[in-house]
C-alpha cells in the first residue's frame, strides 16, 4: 500500500473481531508514533499499552463516545505534558497527532482498524493509568482487526470531506 492509498482508503473502524494483535503488527504501530517527526526532537509523547479485556472495559468510560475501547485488541493512550501548563511547548498537540496519524496509517496498511476516543474524565484516565502528577492522556487510540473484515474496503460517503473549493484559499482568505 502506498501513503497516497494509505490517505485515502482509512476509515474509522469502530467493531472488532475478538483477537489480540499480533505481536509484530502492535510493534510496528508503536514504532510508527516514535518515529513521527517532533518539534525541536522533543518527542514529548508515552504511549501506555492496554490489552487487559477489563482494563479497557473500564477505560471505555473516559469518554462519552469511547465505548469502541472495550472492544478493541489494544488501546494506546497518548500521554503528554499538560498542553494547558504555562511551561508547555505549543508544539505538544501538533506532535501528537503526528504520532497518532503515523500509527493510523501504518495499522491500516496492516489491516488493522482503529478510532481515537477523547478523555472527558481526565481524573479517571489518570486513576485507570496510573499517570504521574504532571502527565495528561487528552486521546487515546483503539486499534483491532475489523469485526466485518469488507470494512478494509468500504467505499467513501458522498459528501464525506469538503470539496477543496471550499477551504482552499491563495495567498489571502
Same mark, same amino acid.
Given at each position: 500500500m502506498d501513503?497516497?492509498?494509505?490517505?485515502?482508503?482509512t476509515r474509522a473502524?469502530?467493531?472488532?473481531?475478538? @483477537? %489480540? /494483535?499480533?505481536p509484530e503488527h502492535l510493534r510496528r504501530i508503536l514504532d510508527a508514533g516514535r518515529r513521527s517527526g517532533s518539534s525541536k526532537n522533543q518527542q514529548n509523547w508515552?504511549?501506555?499499552v492496554c490489552t487487559d479485556r477489563a482494563h479497557l472495559a473500564e477505560l471505555a468510560q473516559v469518554g462519552d463516545y469511547a465505548q469502541h475501547l472495550a472492544g478493541a485488541a489494544v488501546a494506546i493512550a497518548l500521554v503528554t505534558p499538560d498542553p494547558a501548563a504555562a511551561e508547555a511547548p505549543l508544539s505538544v498537540m501538533w506532535d501528537l497527532g503526528r504520532a497518532a496519524q503515523n500509527m493510523t496509517l501504518a495499522a491500516w496498511e496492516l489491516g488493522i482498524g482503529?478510532?481515537?476516543?477523547?478523555v472527558y474524565r481526565r481524573d479517571l484516565v489518570k486513576e485507570l493509568l496510573g499517570l504521574p502528577a504532571d502527565r495528561h492522556c487528552e486521546f /487515546? /487510540?483503539?486499534f483491532g482487526y475489523p469485526a466485518? %473484515?469488507?470494512a478494509l474496503?468500504? @467505499?467513501k460517503r458522498a459528501g464525506g470531506?469538503?470539496? /477543496?473549493?471550499?477551504?482552499v484559499h491563495h495567498e489571502r482568505w
Open positions: 501513503t497516497w492509498q494509505a490517505i485515502d482508503t473502524i469502530r467493531k472488532f473481531a475478538d @483477537r %489480540p /494483535l499480533e508515552d504511549f501506555v482503529s478510532v481515537p476516543a477523547t /487515546l /487510540l483503539s466485518d %473484515p469488507a474496503a468500504w @467505499r470531506r469538503k470539496p /477543496l473549493a471550499e477551504i
